[in-house]
């Protein structure tokens, strides 16, 4: 979670401020060209989010119960059972998905990827809650709870401590731009 974490900062404008400056003159990102490129961050993330679930799902669907006589007819049922969009393919489909049966490694471990980005994006949420990307206070409790604890106690337990509560997909769906900022 903590270098996905740290690139929520990279979005925060005074970060933007201090350091996109044109490699000529030095001169900070004009006001206007910052708000298109923040704005430009969820651009297309709909699209984005359904074809990673998508893959999640199906690999899920792949590990419970007996393994499929015929994995791509498998995948098929699956997608529509979803009422997955004809428009919207998988980000990885079942051909493509040689590491999540190389092992126990990552057997139906694909929503891992996605669960990892809610917990960055509600951690981070935490600073935006605070009303500043910088709270001293919420960097202490994340500092003492997650980046040093280590396994000290049951990470749900540190994660309470920092946060306050577990992690929802809100956050997530708001920077993705899928849920209203209010």
Known sequence: MPS???EHWLEVPSVLEAHARHYETGAPMPADMLKRLLDAGTYDQGFAT????????V???????????DPMQRQAEVLEGLGM???I????ATPHFAHVFSGDGYSSGYYSYMWSEVMDADAFAAFEEAGDPFDPDTAARLERFILSAGGSEDAEALYLKFRGKMPGVEALLKGRGLLDAA
Do not use: C, K, N, W
């Not at 690999?59 to 006589?69: K, N, Y």
């Not at 393919?89 to 990885?92: A, L, Q, Y």
């Open 89 to 92: 393919r998988m980000r990885h």
């Open 50 to 57: 359904v074809e990673f679930v998508s893959s999640a799902l």
């Open 4 to 6: 996905q974490l740290y």
């Open 59 to 69: 690999d899920l669907e792949f590990h419970t119960g007996t393994p499929p006589a």
């Open 85 to 87: 969009p004809r428009a």
